[in-house]
């Protein structure tokens, strides 16, 4: 089975600019979530989907994130414009909708992004 | 959501069993407990997770007291492979927003 899938790994860009991250979950996996690290930070929550629908954007930093999941199935998230403050590593992860205990999520291994 | 706290590092030799212990003094009837593990440039990954008692799995073993106020991750015989960060999160089921702590660096020495 396919892992969850981010692209790029790495992306450098000047304040200001526009950046798009995009995540591919594991197959059949309803939901989606977006993490995120910041230098010298915990990881932190974004957002979850279910299927196309935001289920939870409370760790939404601000209008500059907005987050899309088009048909259910592969997922953005753009940064516009971009500021310095939004460097660090972008998490995505994925999981099924379990029946009891929590169903575990299955992390990609991130876009390190740096604005310079 | 229950705070959780844990050792910010740890050092082991390879081959020994490593415990890792974890705090959740305000963990909610409806919570479970679950170890993420993180190497250097990759994603958390899922090693367990447990409601209460012990729970084993391929890798590890999850040991949760009746109070379910702490609980211990136990790593049988680890290898230099081992070394990691380790997560110890609390959630509930419908609320899979994680809150990931510092975690604990743990260190394999040959």
């Known amino acids: 089975e396919a892992g969850v899938t981010q692209f790029p790994s790495h992306s450098v860009i000047e304040k200001g600019q526009t950046v798009t991250l995009r995540c591919d979950p594991i197959?059949?996996?309803?939901?989606l979530y977006w993490y995120r690290r910041v230098m010298g930070k915990e990881i932190k929550f974004l957002l979850h989907?279910?299927?196309?629908?935001?289920?939870?954007e409370s760790g939404m930093p601000n209008n500059r994130f907005l987050a899309e999941r088009t048909g259910g199935t592969y997922s953005t998230l753009k940064v516009q414009p971009a500021e310095l403050e939004d460097s660090g590593v972008y998490f995505c992860?994925?999981?099924?909708?379990?029946?009891?205990?929590?169903?575990?999520?299955?992390f990609g291994n991130g876009t390190r992004l740096t604005v310079t | 959501l229950a705070k959780t706290t844990q050792p910010i590092s740890m050092d082991s030799y390879e081959g020994q069993e490593v415990n890792i212990t974890c705090s959740h003094n305000?963990?909610?009837?409806?919570?479970?407990i679950t170890w993420y593990q993180q190497f250097p440039s990759q994603g958390p990954r899922f090693i367990i997770q447990g409601y209460k008692t012990k729970v084993t799995n391929e890798v590890a073993s999850l040991f949760i007291p009746a109070d379910r106020k702490s609980s211990t991750l136990s790593l049988p015989r680890v290898s230099l492979s081992d070394t990691a960060v380790y997560y110890c999160l609390v959630a509930n089921f419908g609320n899979e927003k994680l809150t990931f702590g510092t975690g604990t660096r743990l260190t394999i020495i040959p």
């Open positions: 305000n963990i909610a009837t409806n919570d479970y």
């Open positions: 992860a994925s999981s099924l909708v379990g029946t009891g205990g929590i169903s575990p999520l299955h």
């Open positions: 989907f279910v299927k196309e629908s935001k289920q939870d």
């Open positions: 197959s059949g996996h309803d939901n």
